[in-house]
């Protein structure tokens, strides 16, 4: 049986817009075939050691990162009754991570909270002269676990999915026409 997502979101929200924005659990075969197959029977959520999961507006787990990072245990993958995961696949997930203009260091305040929680030192500091150091991203040691955005307190960090950096690339577009 096909769900017609709009219609659920039209009867359990009130809006027929799809949420594009929800980060989903980590190696899914594809978005599609998981919000077509998942039963929402929330073992995903209760078998999570960082407790990240939790069910989102139209009934399917996300991965909420201002609660903590996700450590790749697959906790979430084995315990699923349904066969959603890829778990051969290169990344394990599409996101990208934002960091925007609220950042302290961005307005005059030091802070490297985030670079103190990123394992991988994704997250460096560039030194200038007489200036607060600002954070840089190096995309290629990102993993998307999320352990800076609930590190940071200006709540500066957001991983999106592709999805919604698609959208909001043509939004950009649209409004600059």
């Not at 778990?87 to 961005?106: E, G, H, S, V, Y």
Request: hydrophobic share 30%; charged share 25%; proline share 6%.
């Amino acid at each position: 049986m096909t769900i017609d997502r709009q219609r659920r979101a039209f009867l359990t929200i009130g809006q027929v817009k799809e949420n594009n924005t929800d980060i989903h659990l980590p190696w899914l075969k594809s978005k599609e075939y998981f919000l077509d197959k998942c039963t929402q029977c929330q073992v995903c959520i209760e078998s999570c050691p960082e407790s990240i999961i939790e069910k989102g507006q139209d009934g399917y787990p996300t991965v909420n990162f201002s609660l903590g990072e996700c450590t790749y245990c697959n906790e979430c993958a084995t315990q699923c009754p349904e066969d959603l995961f890829d778990m051969k696949q290169d990344k394990p997930w599409a996101l990208k991570l934002i960091i925007n203009d609220t950042c302290f260091p961005r307005r005059g305040i030091v802070c490297q909270s985030c670079r103190d929680a990123c394992e991988p030192q994704a997250i460096t500091f560039k030194y200038g002269v007489a200036s607060i150091p600002s954070p840089e991203l190096d995309v290629s040691q990102c993993i998307d676990c999320g352990a800076c955005v609930s590190s940071c307190p200006a709540n500066a960090i957001s991983l999106i999915s592709d999805t919604e950096n698609i959208d909001r690339n043509h939004r950009k577009e649209n409004k600059d026409e």
